[in-house]
């Protein structure tokens, strides 16, 4: 079993470009979720999906957007980039009470 | 709304010693757990330990347990033995079941430095 795996590790965008950050699990969770992580903080709930079809807002959504393409892939897309959006985003998925972590994406944006 | 505190931005330990790390939370729902995961310097996010409110005994895994203190809403980490993998950014969260739908509030995290 792979896990929770994300694409892409690094990525450097501009003010203004878009892209679209993947995530799949091989675990066979229902509820899958995005998180974002700034310097000395805590990790933020930007959206999430109880289940294959459903997804909804966290704490942080502003600027953001999600498809729950089906029960593996989870994927979050940027469509405008800003400085603001810099920063480490997790993907999680969940099993009873234990929350699986992907390994990150460092996303900086100029 | 839920929120987790913790008060700590940094604690150092001696090698072999034990440490604690705080964690406050302030939740109105009635059933809600409790997590500790730790962040090394590479970034991944680690689970370590899991309380659940309803538990009666505190919760341990190896050199990890939870001091829970319902009534006092708190919910320490307690490392035993420390040893210098240990140190790394530790963070205290929670889940209401109610009202939260099953999202993690995060603390803002203990940087734990263990000296040989």
């Known amino acids: 079993n792979a896990g929770v795996t994300q694409t892409p590790k690094f990525q450097v965008l501009k003010t203004g470009q878009s892209m679209t950050l993947q995530c799949a699990q091989d675990m066979n969770h229902n509820s899958m979720y995005w998180y974002r992580q700034d310097p000395g903080m805590g990790l933020r709930l930007i959206y999430y999906s109880a289940s294959e079809g459903t997804t909804d807002k966290g704490e942080v959504p502003n600027g953001y957007n999600v498809s729950r393409l089906n029960k593996r892939e989870f994927s979050l897309r940027l469509e405008s980039a800003a400085p603001s959006q810099t920063s480490v985003y997790f993907c999680a998925s969940r099993v009873v009470y234990e929350q699986y972590f992907g390994p990150g994406t460092r996303l900086t944006v100029t | 709304a839920q929120k987790i505190t913790q008060t700590q931005p940094g604690m150092f330990v001696q090698e072999k010693e034990a440490v604690t790390l705080d964690c406050t939370y302030d939740t109105s729902d009635q059933s809600y757990g409790l997590f500790w995961y730790k962040q090394p310097s590479s970034g991944e996010m680690i689970f370590l330990i899991y309380?659940?409110?309803?538990?009666?005994q505190n919760a341990t895994e190896g050199r990890y347990s939870l001091n829970f203190q319902k009534a006092r809403k708190s919910a320490n980490l307690v490392i035993s033995a420390s040893q210098l993998g240990d140190s790394a950014m530790y963070f205290c969260a929670m889940r209401g079941v109610e009202t939260s739908g099953s999202r993690l509030t995060f603390g803002e995290g203990t940087q734990l430095t263990v000296n040989p």
């Open positions: 309380q659940g409110s309803y538990d009666e």
